[in-house]
């Protein structure tokens, strides 16, 4: 079974560019997640998806981040503009069914930003 | 809120030494406790879990039991190998299923 997707697995960019990274989660996994991890940290929510609907996005810096989950399976999550302190790893995991006791997120290798 | 606190690294042990990486938590419900691990170059990947008091998760070799009277959810290992050199990031769902919190992640090197 194939894991989590995600590309680019690795993009530099100058400020104030746009960016968007892509996550395809393991197939019949209607929870999304994406997380920020700094380095040396470990990942911070950034939104969580049931399905299309964003549940929980109160992380999530709306003035410059923004996520779409269409179709509730492929996710982009966007930046725009970027700034220098977004350099990070963005990671996106998934999960089948968040209301079972014993759930368990499965993630992406992540892609690695950095923004000069 | 919830939190996560690990115990601090880089660890650097021998291998065949015995390892242990605390982990305590803090939560407002009854949580689901995890550890991952982040090998180099490769995205987080669980390593055990235990959803309630004194359970014992169990992987690769590796133990933790859920201690709700002390909040912790140590890892242990018997004896290492080099190829456990790796991030091992504690972490808990609260309510279980729900927002996960990580720690800041342990780096562990084995030595040959």
């Known amino acids: 079974e194939a894991g989590v997707v995600q590309s680019p697995r690795y993009k530099i960019i100058e400020k104030k560019q746009p960016v968007a990274f892509w996550c395809n989660p393991i197939s019949g996994h209607n929870t999304l997640y994406w997380y920020l991890q700094n380095l040396g940290q470990g990942p911070e929510l950034l939104i969580r998806y049931e399905n299309e609907e964003a549940v929980d996005d109160s992380q999530l810096p709306k003035d410059r981040f923004s996520a779409e989950r269409l179709k509730g399976v492929d996710s982009t999550l966007k930046i725009q503009p970027a700034e220098l302190g977004d350099s990070a790893v963005y990671l996106c995991?998934?999960?089948?069914?968040?209301?079972?006791?014993?759930?368990?997120?499965?993630f992406g290798p992540g892609t690695r930003l950095t923004v000069l | 809120g919830d939190s996560v606190t690990q115990m601090e690294g880089p660890v650097t042990l021998s291998e065949e030494a015995f390892l242990t990486i605390n982990c305590t938590y803090t939560a407002t419900g009854y949580p689901s406790l995890f550890w991952y691990v982040q090998y180099p170059g490769e995205g987080l990947q669980l390593l055990l879990k235990a959803t309630k008091a004194d359970d014992k998760g169990s992987n690769k070799g590796f133990e933790a039991t859920y201690r709700k009277e002390t909040t912790s959810f140590h890892l242990e290992k018997g004896s290492v190998q080099v190829s456990d050199s790796a991030v091992y990031f504690c972490?808990?769902?609260?309510?279980?299923?729900?927002?996960?919190?990580f720690g800041t992640g342990t780096s562990l090197t084995v030595i040959p």
């Open positions: 995991a998934s999960s089948l069914d968040r209301d079972r006791v014993t759930d368990t997120q499965y």
């Open positions: 972490a808990l769902s609260d309510p279980p299923g729900n927002q996960f919190y």
